[in-house]
């Protein structure tokens, strides 16, 4: 019996032991080529392209100076961070100053071509002001 239960306890741990955990990463931010290829079919002139690559890497750059480190911040029990508010009326702040910049860039008919595309995009991925799904703790 004690054979049996001394099996049983190892292969557990064995079992335990050989499951990767995963961290959750975030995706890769897309590279300003990637970003520029939604316009191909908008027409645009050489010049709009360079104006667009630019406040593209202007975008990025921006984010990069500002992504959070590698750590993790404790996420207190009520599951909000002291500065969730705060972040998002930057984010938000940020996208209508891009959308300003972007509109003045594209022709009306470019622009609401890609105001359409942006609303399709949204459909696809988490709706505007939809809350995440409850992730399961591990404790």
Known sequence: MKKLLFAASLFTVVAISAQETQERKRPER??????MKQFDDYGLTSAQKQKLQA???ERD???EKNK?????PQVPK???RPD???MKANFEKENKEFDGKLQSILTKEQYAKYQTNQKQHQKGGQKKGGQRPERKQEN
């Open 61 to 63: 750059a921006k984010f």
């Open 68 to 72: 959070p480190s590698g750590e993790r």
């Open 30 to 35: 897309p590279t300003t080529e990637q970003q």
């Open 84 to 86: 969730d508010s705060k």
């Open 78 to 80: 009520d599951g909000q």
């Open 55 to 57: 406040l593209y890497k």
